[in-house]
């Protein structure tokens, strides 16, 4: 056992690990040792300790063997500053990533602040074969790319895709969702032009509907689209 696992283990709790498993069905149960997600905090402060070797081997030594062992990675990742040295680690470990859990707890500061420089890498992930590449890449279009600097041209390409991946698929429809909510003009015009695939179509209504931030005539509206 390496002194990270070993780390993580002092804050096992398997009770919440038969929980995550049942949550994260593409994983064997085998592959949680039970961190609870408050814990991470007092993980991080015990590595900061150790040798910056045992750190540095942590983050190359993939694939590793737990669950909690990529959220710890996500978690390390998240808290680079400097955005060549992050994109260089998310970049490494991407092809890593195994489940929505870990994809989804991305949201390193300093990609946000360079946005300018992570889109091109974006499309290039959105458009992988592999899916858990392909969520990120729509997972931080979505984080990043939806506000005040938002083009109707960033929704071309997620909605040009044909998955047969749950992840992606369910992405995609948290994204135009989410689009729904905060560019509701561009966004509508994909669903009422059709241009997502029919369970995709219909998720991303459902949850546009089941959002508080989507007013009454809006979600009335959505709900004609819906398709059988």
């Not at 402060?45 to 030594?61: G, S």
């Not at 990609?111 to 290039?124: E, H, I, S, T, V």
């Not at 695939?197 to 009335?220: G, L, M, Y």
């Amino acid at each position: 056992m390496t002194q990270i696992q070993k780390i993580l283990f002092k804050y096992q709790d398997k009770k919440y690990a038969d929980f995550s498993a049942k949550l994260v069905p593409t994983l064997p149960r085998d592959a949680f040792i039970g961190v609870r997600s408050p814990a991470y905090k007092n993980v991080i402060r015990e590595i900061k300790i150790l040798p910056p070797a045992v750190l540095e081997d942590f983050l190359a030594d993939l694939p590793h063997k737990y669950h909690e062992e990529n959220c710890l990675q996500i978690a390390i990742i998240n808290k680079i500053k400097n955005y060549e040295e992050c994109l260089t680690a998310l970049e490494n470990f991407l092809p890593y990533i195994n489940s929505w859990a870990v994809s989804d707890g991305l949201n390193p500061a300093v990609l946000k602040k360079n946005r300018n420089l992570l889109l091109p890498k974006l499309q290039d992930w959105i458009r992988s074969e592999k899916p858990f590449i392909q969520r990120v890449g729509m997972l931080l279009l979505m984080k990043y790319f939806l506000d005040d600097d938002f083009k109707a041209e960033y929704l071309e390409l997620p909605a040009a895709i044909r998955s047969d991946q749950y992840y992606v698929n369910m992405m995609t429809a948290w994204l135009f969702a989410e689009a729904l909510v905060k560019q509701w003009d561009t966004a509508i015009t994909f669903i009422q032009e059709k241009k997502l695939d029919i369970w995709t179509h219909n998720k991303a209504i459902q949850k546009a509907c089941e959002s508080f931030r989507v007013s009454p005539e809006h979600k009335e509206y959505l709900k004609g689209f819906r398709i059988n």
